[in-house]
């Protein structure tokens, strides 16, 4: 019996190097989670190994405080310290990922079971009984005293039991006939069926155009794992933007699912989490971070809309979920299934194309108009105000939100900024505030200069807030879908249910939602996207476009979108408004290879922080020079954020893991006081 259980305390301090030596409890193993004794607190630990001897003196071992009834797999331990390599972090931060949180338990109660008949009854037991019989074990709940008697007479068993604290959207019970699929449907499916039986972890994509029916085909896909005993995750962007899926997930396979996301309750995830631990859920479907659901012999991994920036984690470890869920399907001879209708150019390279070309519903693809707003003075083209009096039910789409995005004097030309960052504030007339969108800086909207004392303060730009009010001069009913807005699930309803209406928002509007009677969308400034000096602009400009466009014309409406830019000739917007995707994957691959940009490549960005210029760029310097394997560009200076200046390093490799691994050294030979360096592969 292994005597010494080693152990990673759950921490965020870098320079630790775990993991750390305790005496063993029975029953202890790879995966377990203890409450342990560390420095002078109590921290929670997860197991990482066991040992018979340890490397410090035995006597000194100490015995953990607490062994926790949560209990990770330990595929997932192996999971966290990949991750913890691939980016650049610690075990302890990727061990803190995977492992679910602590604190909630399980929730008891008394259930009943009905085990012998009686005689001389009153009828109130009698009908206890009955239903009990019915019903099968259940809550004891208000009946308890009158079943206790029934205990006592040997015709009830009471037990002490956990319930289950099921989210709401699970509809237990209810499940809906799965429809006839189309051809390409079968098509895809027979794929991807023989995939998961032959288990030979094959990596597919399904490229489907928008209401394709992808979302079917990942249903009947986690079916034909379940048949043969797998379970499956099914990823999808931010729950509270596509609830249609999960419900539909849950009709299908009601108690089969667990649900996992950050709007559950601590008790709800405790529950969900240990309903998949036991093998009772054997489908997870969730937002990025349930690719770690606890789930034993995985045959299928999903990923939804898998262009969706959500998937990337902006804490330390920056994982991407992709690459994760691509790393878990391989563990486990899954098949990894990627769905889109304008996937990225790194999924059409890597993986096998399966193709959904045509609307289940047999509707053409919207007609897609340019509409060029060079020489025009405000946010609409009079086009797009035409068209909008004509449609019943429009989106607009308008990625910045606020009313504009900034103010300055009219007479010294003063630009109001944020005190913390090198950028504009913006400016939210309903708070009646200027807003500064990095760091959260909000102050009153002035009444004049502080410069020079005018009271001519001029505003420039319109966000959504403005375009909402605009609309709504021109006599529209509009309701408005960006990140200020609280309830974004009840805005989509309201539209939903609208008679006529038009939806304004930030790329919010263009996901995932199926609305049957949309017959207008209009991109406004199409080519903000494409001013960032990123070298995925293009790529995010084409599935704005795309995407927005695949909400219009569903059902038996027409769809027609109006694309306003300043850039008509833009590939990306040519390209969409074409609806094509794979002349423009074709024409992207080529600029990367040329450029050798990802996926010839991987990125690795590098942030160095402090409070003065000087020494952030000396220390990214100093990073630069003793990275191997990359090629560096910088250390540039980026815009203060956050009271904080900022230098970047940029790598480009074609040897990733010795690459991470040179950063990883780099980094720690650099460390500086009061410098602070964060280290992003593949950054968005
Ligand atoms: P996508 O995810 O590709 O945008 P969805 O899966 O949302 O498309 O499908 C669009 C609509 O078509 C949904 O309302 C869905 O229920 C319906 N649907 C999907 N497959 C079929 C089918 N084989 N027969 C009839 N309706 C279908
Ligand atoms: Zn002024
Ligand atoms: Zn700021």
Redesign the pocket.
Known sequence: MPRVAKVEPITTARALRGPFDYLRPEGVGVGSMLVVPFGHRDVLGVVVGVADASDVDDERLVAPREVLDAELPPDLVALAHWIAEEYCSTPARALSLVAPQPGAKARMAWWAQAIADGEGLTPRQAELLRSLRESGPRVAGADLPALRRLERRGLVRLERRPVRRAPHHAQVGARRAQ????AD?AAALAEIEAAIEARDAARLLLH?V???????VYLQAAAAALARGRGAIVLVPEIALTPQIVSRFAERFGDTVAVLHSRLSAGERRDEWHRLRAGEARVCVGPRSAVFAPIGDIGLVVVDEEHDASYKHEGDPRYDARRVAWKRAADHDAVLLVGS?TPRPESVRALRRLR?PRR??GAPLPDVQIVDMRGTDGALHPDTVHALADARKAIVLLNRRGWSNFVDCRTCGHAWTCPNCDVSLVLHRAGGMLACHHCGHRERVPRSCGECGSVSVARHGTGTERLEHDLGALGHEVLRLDADVRDPASVLQAFERAERAVLVGTQMVAK?H?FPDVALGVVVDADATLRFPDFRAEERTFALVAQLA?RAGRGDTLGRVLVQTLAPEAPSIAAAARHDADGFLEGELARREALAYPPFSTLIRIVCSAEEQGPALEAAGAIGARVRHASVLGPAPLFRLRGRERAQLLLKTTARRAAVRSVGEAVAAARVKGVSLSVDVDPQ
């Open positions: 429809p006839e699929l189309t449907q489907g928008t209401g394709s029916g992808k979302t079917e209708a959904l289940v519903d995932g199926d695949g």
